[in-house]
């Protein structure tokens, strides 16, 4: 087979590890869009602190590779629960849309440079046993790379059965279709909330710790992910999961194929003019929800 | 106390005015030879520049705009540029380029009157990733990562048969806090006249508003093109401050401290986003000797004024002033 052929498939399979990666972060940012229309800013922090505690899972304490993603699930989790205790449920009571987003870009810009005097600039080299390569024909990838496909797929799989199959799940749509009424069918939505931003917490953890040993870990690893993130989000459309998983496999895929042809200084330039073209034709995504009050 | 008060109320407005005059008169004598406070001073003027035209789009006009840096950074490359590349004098490159930081809010308005609240948001902030990401990488113009060096000051001035020089950094701040004082007055007189009521309209209910007939998109593109005006207005006057002109001084996170000041001094208020930007400016400085805190103060102080001071330092000030006056 030609070279050709191979560098496409090569690029490919780049994209793809970074799209599961992308997906794994966006798909949080949609879900708690869905059940209360925030944005959370932090979202990006919870990667990078996700990435931080498994390295220092491993580096201190010993711990095996494998564990420290559970750990940095565990992290997330903890984060996010946090995030809604002192931001999202005081500040949902008085009923203001932009306050909440203000609050958590505070809360952002907060951890990311407390990170920065924790841990300095200097980036960390986050070395997981998983780095034998694979070779089939030309073409190359890590173990890690594998495992990155493996667990992001299955815990975006476990989450898309989650909403749909289970009864909180279902209570879950019931609260992002329409507040109310799910509230009169004795939902309980303060718990609810809190659940998905956990829930999508963790997830961001957890793409941390799979991304430290791809790129390397910095304080500011999360913020250059949640950018792309929110990109992903309003390609997809805001609030749909199946729309968010195909707009982040296609922004890792423009990615690799815009270093590859391009030039990797552009990459972000290509994803976020994409992003305004895509508010210009189709502000609704690619697969559009049915509330549109925010277009 | 409350006749006191009164009375405060009662002073005309030049009055005010003429104080300001004399205090920035005052205080770079004030403060000594000290380079590093007047570099400050240049600082906050800029700063107050900033928020003050960002309170027009967010604070006044109510939208979540989180691009504002990528209008300084407009301002401060395209005077660099003209000056460098097209042989502009200082004084039409400052013009020049505030105008075209101006034609750049409003093409960013045409996102603002189809899109609202967090997809605004989103769009601005890519906004200004999109130009942070043309100044690193279009290296034949903006020298990339490494950035511009040598800028001179803006040339000297001759004032009643007085010529006035900029290398100093005394006669530079007389000069960034006069535009910073007209840039107050243009504002305070656009807002306090029926086009401030428009905008306000607009912020508190869109659809009502246009229910009498106010053209929402239009008004929103002049909140832009003034606020993105000013905002070009206070970076062309950045690089012959600092002398240097690297992209990263207009990365996104910047456009974040913007909104810190606004929120903080007290938004949709004139005088609020000046406190916001002296006391966060201020505040960094004199917490250096723990370390380069700037962004830390700026994240915490935004988080706590949302949660517990929603009107910022304003509301904590007419809080006490009542509790005095009881």
Same mark, same amino acid.
């Given at each position: 087979?030609?070279?050709?052929? !191979?560098?496409?498939?090569?690029?490919?399979?780049?994209?793809?590890?970074?799209?599961?990666?992308?997906?794994?972060?966006?798909?949080?940012?949609?879900?708690?869009?869905?059940?209360?229309?925030?944005?959370?800013?932090?979202?990006?922090?919870?990667?990078?602190?996700?990435?931080?505690? #498994?390295?220092?899972?491993?580096?201190?304490?010993?711990?095996g590779y494998l564990l420290s993603i559970l750990v940095?699930?565990?992290?997330?989790?903890?984060?996010?629960?946090?995030?809604?205790?002192?931001?999202?449920?005081?500040?949902?009571?008085?009923?203001?849309?932009?306050?909440?987003?203000?609050?958590?870009?505070?809360? *952002?810009?907060?951890?990311?440079?407390?990170?920065?005097?924790?841990?300095?600039?200097?980036?960390?080299?986050?070395?997981?046993?998983?780095?034998?390569?694979?070779?089939?024909?030309?073409?190359?990838?890590?173990?890690?790379?594998?495992?990155?496909?493996?667990? #992001?797929?299955?815990?975006?799989?476990?989450? !898309?059965?989650?909403?749909?199959?289970?009864?909180?799940?279902?209570?879950?749509?019931?609260?992002?279709?329409?507040?109310?009424?799910?509230?009169?069918?004795?939902?309980?939505?303060?718990?609810?909330?809190?659940?998905?931003?956990?829930?999508?917490?963790?997830?961001?953890?957890?793409?941390?710790?799979?991304?430290?040993?791809?790129?390397?870990?910095?304080?500011?690893?999360?913020? *250059?992910?949640?950018?792309?993130?929110?990109?992903?989000?309003?390609?997809?459309?805001?609030?749909?999961?199946?729309?968010?998983?195909?707009?982040?496999?296609?922004?890792?895929?423009?990615?690799?194929?815009?270093?590859? !042809?391009?030039?990797?200084?552009?990459?972000?330039?290509?994803?976020?003019?994409?992003?305004?073209?895509?508010?210009?034709?189709?502000?609704?995504?690619?697969?559009?929800?049915?509330?549109?009050?925010?277009? | 106390?409350?006749?006191?008060?009164?009375?405060?109320?009662?002073?005309?407005?030049?009055?005010?005015?003429?104080?300001t005059i004399a205090l920035i008169i005052v205080l770079?004598?004030?403060?000594?030879?000290?380079?590093?406070?007047?570099?400050?001073?240049?600082?906050?003027?800029?700063?107050?520049?900033? #928020?003050?035209?960002?309170?027009?789009?967010?604070? !006044?006009?109510?939208?979540?705009?989180?691009?504002?840096?990528?209008?300084?950074?407009?301002?401060?490359?395209?005077?660099?540029?003209?000056?460098?590349?097209?042989?502009?004098?200082?004084?039409?490159?400052?013009?020049?380029?505030?105008?075209?930081?101006?034609?750049?809010?409003?093409?960013?308005?045409?996102?603002?009157?189809?899109?609202?609240?967090?997809?605004?948001?989103?769009?601005?902030?890519?906004?200004?990733?999109?130009?942070?990401?043309?100044?690193?990488?279009?290296?034949?113009?903006?020298?990339?990562?490494?950035?511009?060096?040598?800028?001179?000051?803006?040339?000297?001035?001759?004032?009643?048969?007085?010529?006035?020089?900029?290398?100093?950094?005394?006669?530079?701040?007389?000069?960034?806090?006069?535009?910073?004082?007209?840039?107050?007055?243009?504002?305070?007189?656009?807002?306090?006249?029926?086009?401030?009521?428009?905008?306000?309209?607009?912020?508190?209910?869109?659809?009502?508003?246009?229910?009498?007939?106010?053209?929402?998109?239009?008004?929103?593109?002049? *909140?832009?093109?003034?606020?993105?005006?000013?905002?070009?207005?206070?970076?062309?006057?950045?690089? *012959?401050?600092?002398?240097?002109?690297?992209?990263? #001084?207009?990365?996104?996170?910047?456009?974040?401290?913007?909104?810190?000041?606004?929120?903080?001094?007290?938004?949709?208020?004139?005088?609020?986003p000046i406190i916001g930007a002296v006391v966060l400016?201020?505040?960094?400085?004199?917490?250096?000797?723990?370390?380069?805190?700037?962004?830390?103060?700026?994240?915490?102080?935004?988080?706590?004024?949302?949660?517990?001071?929603?009107?910022?330092?304003?509301?904590?000030?007419?809080?006490?002033?009542?509790?005095?006056?009881?």
């Open positions: 087979m030609s070279d050709f052929f !191979y560098l496409i498939a090569q690029q490919t399979i780049n994209g793809v590890v970074m799209g599961c990666l992308y997906v794994m972060v966006a798909l949080g940012l949609t879900l708690i869009y869905g059940v209360m229309n925030q944005i959370n800013f932090a979202h990006a922090d919870f990667v990078t602190l996700g990435g931080f505690a #498994a390295y220092f899972f491993v580096k201190w304490m010993g711990g940095a699930f565990l992290a997330g989790a903890c984060l996010g629960y946090l995030v809604n205790l002192m931001i999202f449920a005081p500040l949902r009571e008085r009923g203001d849309e932009l306050r909440p987003l203000i609050a958590t870009i505070g809360v *952002s810009v907060l951890l990311e440079n407390g990170a920065l005097i924790a841990f300095g600039p200097v980036p960390y080299q986050f070395d997981s046993p998983y780095d034998e390569t694979i070779r089939l024909g030309k073409i190359f990838f890590t173990t890690q790379s594998l495992l990155v496909v493996i667990v #992001a797929s299955s815990s975006i799989a476990a989450l !898309y059965a989650f909403m749909k199959y289970t009864f909180i799940g279902k209570a879950l749509r019931a609260i992002a279709q329409d507040r109310e009424t799910a509230g009169l069918m004795g939902i309980n939505q303060a718990f609810l909330i809190m659940l998905t931003i956990v829930i999508a917490s963790a997830m961001a953890g957890m793409a941390g710790a799979m991304l430290g040993p791809i790129l390397v870990l910095t304080p500011f690893a999360g913020a *250059s992910v949640i950018v792309k993130a929110f990109a992903i989000v309003i390609i997809g459309g805001f609030g749909n999961m199946a729309g968010t998983i195909i707009a982040g496999l296609l922004v890792g895929l423009i990615e690799a194929f815009t270093t590859q !042809y391009l030039d990797s200084g552009v990459t972000d330039l290509v994803v976020f003019a994409l992003l305004l073209i895509m508010l210009l034709v189709k502000p609704t995504g690619l697969i559009a929800e049915k509330k549109e009050e925010n277009v | 106390m409350s006749e006191q008060l009164s009375i405060l109320k009662k002073i005309p407005s030049w009055v005010y005015y003429l104080l770079p004598i004030l403060l000594g030879g000290s380079a590093y406070w007047r570099s400050i001073l240049i600082t906050i003027s800029l700063n107050i520049m900033l #928020a003050m035209s960002l309170n027009l789009i967010l604070g !006044y006009t109510g939208q979540l705009h989180l691009g504002h840096s990528a209008f300084y950074g407009v301002g401060a490359y395209a005077t660099t540029l003209l000056i460098k590349k097209a042989g502009f004098s200082f004084w039409m490159a400052v013009a020049t380029s505030s105008l075209l930081a101006g034609i750049i809010g409003i093409l960013l308005a045409f996102f603002a009157t189809r899109l609202k609240g967090h997809y605004l948001a989103i769009a601005s902030m890519a906004f200004a990733i999109i130009l942070h990401q043309i100044l690193l990488n279009w290296g034949s113009m903006t020298s990339g990562p490494l950035g511009i060096y040598g800028i001179a000051p803006p040339p000297p001035i001759a004032l009643f048969g007085l010529e006035i020089k900029f290398n100093n950094q005394v006669n530079l701040f007389y000069l960034i806090s006069f535009v910073a004082l007209i840039s107050y007055i243009v504002l305070n007189n656009i807002l306090k006249s029926p086009i401030g009521d428009t905008l306000r309209a607009i912020r508190e209910d869109e659809v009502s508003a246009a229910s009498l007939g106010i053209n929402a998109k239009l008004w929103k593109v002049f *909140s832009f093109g003034v606020g993105a005006m000013i905002a070009g207005l206070a970076g062309s006057f950045y690089p *012959s401050f600092v002398g240097t002109l690297v992209p990263d #001084a207009f990365a996104v996170i910047e456009s974040f401290s913007y909104l810190a000041m606004v929120v903080v001094g007290g938004m949709g208020t004139m005088i609020g400016t201020l505040l960094p400085e004199l917490l250096r000797s723990i370390g380069d805190a700037r962004l830390l103060v700026y994240g915490l102080s935004l988080t706590l004024v949302v949660l517990f001071m929603p009107g910022g330092i304003l509301q904590a000030i007419q809080l006490i002033k009542t509790k005095l006056i009881k």
